[in-house]
Structures are given as structure tokens and as C-alpha cells.
């Protein structure tokens, strides 16, 4: 792994504006393309790879925040 903070700190602010993004714009078009009807579809598989990428993105922050 790096030991340069300047460059954690980029790839922890990458790492957090993909997530947003697919957050945001993602999960909007998944609703465009493939809409839930009548309670099936594919929203809880998509929320589930965002609650991960969640996680791995805070993980990615507190590596970059640590000494």
C-alpha cells in the first residue's frame, strides 16, 4: 500500500464521488431501465451493492485519515 497521505487522501475522494455518483445517478437510471412493479425487481440487489460500496468507501477514508 501507499504511504504517501496526499495520494490516500485521492483515492479515498475517488473512491467517494464513484459511490455518490452510483448512489445518485445510479440507482436512478437501474429505476429507469429496470423499474420495481408490484414489489420485484432488481432495487434491493442494487441498494445492497451500494450499502458495500458504502462500506468500502469509509473504509478507504479511514485508511487515507490514518497515520
Known amino acids: 500500500m501507499t504511504r504517501d497521505r496526499g495520494?490516500?487522501?485521492l483515492i479515498a475522494a475517488l473512491a467517494t464521488v464513484l459511490w455518490l455518483g452510483y448512489?445518485?445517478?445510479g440507482l436512478a437510471l437501474l429505476n429507469q431501465i429496470a423499474p420495481t412493479v408490484n414489489g420485484a425487481g432488481p432495487?434491493?440487489?442494487?441498494?445492497?451493492?451500494g450499502l458495500v460500496g458504502g462500506v468500502v468507501t469509509v473504509g478507504l477514508i479511514m485508511w487515507a485519515a490514518s497515520e
Do not use: E, P
Open 7 to 9: 495520494r490516500r487522501n
Open 23 to 25: 448512489m445518485v445517478f
Open 43 to 49: 432495487d434491493g440487489a442494487a441498494a445492497f451493492v
